[in-house]
Each structure stands twice: as C-alpha cells, then as structure tokens.
C-alpha cells in the first residue's frame, strides 16, 4: 500500500497553495540578471529605513525566544486601531490566523462560505479541517454577498470576505456590507478580510473595526506583507471579540511570530509615513498602468488593490511564459478559474516600464 494512502482522504485531495515565482528561481532558470517580480502584491519600495534600523538593533536579541504574547506588538496595534489588547492577535502571516479561525470554529459536516475567486486560502482552509467548502458564484468577479447571504444554511459556521478581493482587485461599498450583515446569524462567524485596506481611497469604503462593536461574531485581519513591505517577516493581526482572541490562542504554537517580525512590525506600523507615500505611489502607477494597458487593447478588471487582473484571452499562458523568458514575473491565475487572466502587481516605476516593454515585445 502506498504511504498517500495512509493520509487523510480529504488532505490528500487538496491542491496546494501556489505562491509568485520568487526572483532567485527565475534568475537560476534562465541565467538572467534583471528580473522583475510583479507577482506577489508585495511593496516595490521594500522595507522602510527605520524598519531596517529597528531590524539591526533586533538581531543581537536572536538568542532568546520571543515574547510568546507579543506583547509590544498588540500594544502597538491596540493603540493603532483604537482597539484593547485582549482583541489583538497576531500571526505568523494573517494566513495562519484565517486558518486558525476555521480550525476553532468549523470542522467535518460544517459549511464555510467564500466567493468564487476569492483569496485561495479560505478553500485551502476548509479543506483542511474537512468542512464543506461553499464557492458562491461572483457578480462581475467580485462578491456577490446577496447570493453569499442566500447560501447561509443551518449548517453554516464560518463566512470569509475579501475586501478589496484578491485576485481580481474588485470591492463592495459599506452599505453592501452593512445589508449582509444584517442578514447573517449571530452564531456564524464572519471573517471580514482587510489585506488591502492601505490602497482603498474611496468614501464609501467600509471599517472593519466599526463592525466589531455591533457584531462580536466578526474578525477583522489585517497583514504587514502589503503596505507594511513586510511580506518576508510573515505577520499579520486579528482584531476579535476577547472571547474569540481567547479561543484561537488556545491552538497557536507558543512562539508563532518571531522576534525579528514583532520588532520589525511595530517600527512599521509606527511609519506611517512609509505607507502613505507607498500608497500615493501605488496610485499614481497603477493608473500609469492601467492606461498602458489600455492602449494595448486590454481592459483588466477595477482594481482597489496594489495589482491589476487582466483579461488575456487564450494567450494568457503563453504570454506569462514569454514574458518570464523577458525576465518579467506576473501571477498566472488559472488555479482560481480564470484562466485567460494575469495578475499584476503594481511595481516601481522602472519595474512597471520594464513590464510595459516585455509586454509590448510579447504582443
Ligand atoms: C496577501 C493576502 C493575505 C495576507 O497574507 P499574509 O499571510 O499576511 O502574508 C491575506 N488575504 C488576502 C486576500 C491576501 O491577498
């Protein structure tokens, strides 16, 4: 007998998370020099200057364990978010917490609802705990949450929202929120996902955190990997219920975010100015980009995002491998569905260019 047969039935189906293919694979693959990685929604500025000094001073502490209740760190957020510690999580990514939350709350026989072409993680997370994954067909490759509302059933334990949507950039207002709470059971969960949250600039843009008073049944994540330029450290936060805070502590590893993460965090969220001028560039080149674009006869979806989602056509496959030959990675997002789509992250300016130029050349 072989040994996957020994595994779980329902680990052993799972298609694996695929991430950006990472500068050095590429470079290692085809000898090249100058690579651009527009594939991971990562910030083109990198790490702030007083991260970096924070992250120096750190590095003669790497002895010890961290503080194991972050301490420094969910004091920081508490103040940030004007929240109280007890509601303050962090995780090693907000990934691990998405998945700490379905594993608390829903298992075999249990339904969680996510949108079709949301963030993977939540499929991945359902099948992991061997609940009933329940893909609600999108409207316009965004959220459909009257049809999300509608699939709620007595067997719903655990809603996921992306807002913006990653991988397709799209967005519901605070009044579309507002309407599907109003329609969701206290006794089911709902994760309101906030990854993107730095880039939104719109007045009907929704709050996490003013959900949090009047429903104790949501969980709002956040993350350091986008705006923050900390995708390398993998730390993201929670705010929740101090009884929900209780409940996912109860599985989290003792030391899950290291010491380098939680310093380096706290200098980042204490740079605020970072994440305003990584926003204002993201801005003004993601129009730069979507124009390009245009121009070339493509039209990608409405993005609130730090990246684009384009519709290719048939091509989609082989432009990306042209353009990974022209030393240019993008996110092929066939394994959501959307196989005649790309998505692009919104780089520098010269990284944008060098996309444009690639793209030009593939075409
Ligand atoms: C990138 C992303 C995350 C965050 O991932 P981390 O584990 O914090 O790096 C969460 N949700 C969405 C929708 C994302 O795109």
Redesign the pocket.
């Known amino acids: 007998m072989a040994i996957v047969d020994q595994a779980l039935p329902h680990i052993a189906k799972i298609s694996p998370y695929i991430p950006g293919k990472p500068v050095s694979e590429l470079q290692r693959e085809l000898g090249l020099s100058r690579v651009t990685k527009l594939a ?2 990562e910030n083109p500025l990198g790490v702030s200057a007083k991260v970096e000094q924070a992250a120096k001073l750190a590095l003669k502490t790497l002895g010890r364990y961290p503080d194991g209740n972050a301490f420094y760190l969910r004091a920081a957020i508490a103040e940030f978010t004007c929240r109280t510690m007890p509601e303050v999580m962090v ?8 998945e700490f939350v379905g594993r608390v709350f829903a298992g075999p026989g249990d339904e969680v609802i996510f949108s079709q072409y ?2 993977a ?1 939540y499929a991945i997370t359902a099948q992991i705990i061997g609940a009933t994954p329940i893909q609600v067909t999108a409207k316009a490759y965004g959220h459909d949450l009257d049809a999300m509302a509608a699939a709620i059933t007595s067997k719903t334990k655990l809603i996921y929202l ?1 807002n ?4 397709t950039g799209s967005f519901f207002s605070a009044d579309a929120l507002t309407a599907f709470m109003q329609k969701v059971p206290a006794n089911v969960v709902v994760v309101y ?1 906030e ?2 949250l730095e880039y939104v600039e719109r007045d009907d843009a929704p709050s996490g955190l003013a959900l949090l008073d009047q429903y104790p049944n949501v969980i709002v ?6 705006a923050y330029g900390l ?1 390398a450290l ?3 936060y929670l705010l929740a219920h101090p009884d929900i805070v209780n409940l996912l502590n109860r599985i989290r590893a003792p030391f899950n975010v290291n010491e380098l993460s939680q310093v380096c965090a706290v200098a980042a969220l204490a740079d605020q100015d970072f994440v305003a001028a990584s926003v204002a560039l993201n801005k003004q080149e993601r129009s730069k980009v979507i124009t390009a674009l245009t121009h070339m006869g493509y039209t990608p979806l409405p993005s609130e ?1 730090n990246f684009v989602c384009v519709n290719m056509g048939p091509e989609a496959a082989s432009i990306n491998q042209q353009l990974l030959q022209l030393g240019v990675i993008v996110r092929p997002v066939a394994n959501y569905g959307m196989a005649d789509f790309l998505r692009i992250s919104i780089g520098t300016e010269a990284e944008n260019q060098h996309l444009i130029t690639a793209l030009a050349q593939v075409k």
């Open positions: 991971s929604n995780g090693n990514g907000s990934n691990e917490l998405l949301a963030f993680v992306a913006p949507n990653n991988p996902d990854a993107y994540t956040r993350t350091f990997s986008k995708a993998r730390v993201g995002g």
